[in-house]
Nanobody, 120 residues
């Protein structure tokens, strides 16, 4: 079982910035693809960004200009830097861990989520 511990969600004014973090204890963090997703009540969870073990990033087209995903393997932590936040960024943000193990298959774990509220 892999545990993901998110932090950083907060109430922030529109136009402001916020940085989310997700710590994954253990010795497999640096092998995993990490990601951030978000979900609004009543809607499907949507991909925000991912970062591979080698640091290759992928972003939702609508968010790439304002959001930056990064990782610090020495700290077993993945970050999501969000700037120029908009009301529509209000959501619960979830950290995701994905690791393919030969002969076993994909391991896929989620954090509990951290709430981001953007106010006008």
């Amino acid at each position: 079982q892999v545990q993901l511990m998110e932090a950083g969600g907060d109430l922030v004014q529109a136009g402001g910035s916020l940085r989310l973090s997700c710590v994954v204890p253990g010795d497999t963090f640096d092998l995993a693809t990490m990601g951030w997703h978000r979900q609004v009540p009543g809607k499907q969870r949507e991909l925000v960004a991912t970062i591979s073990k080698s640091g290759t990033t992928y972003y939702s087209d609508s968010l790439r200009a304002r959001f930056t995903i990064s990782r610090d393997n020495a700290k077993n932590t993945v970050y999501l830097q969000m700037k120029n936040l908009k009301l529509e960024d209000t959501a619960v943000y979830y950290c995701n861990y994905k690791l393919w193990r030969p002969g076993i298959g994909a391991e896929n774990y989620w954090g509990q989520g951290t709430q981001v509220i953007v106010s006008s």
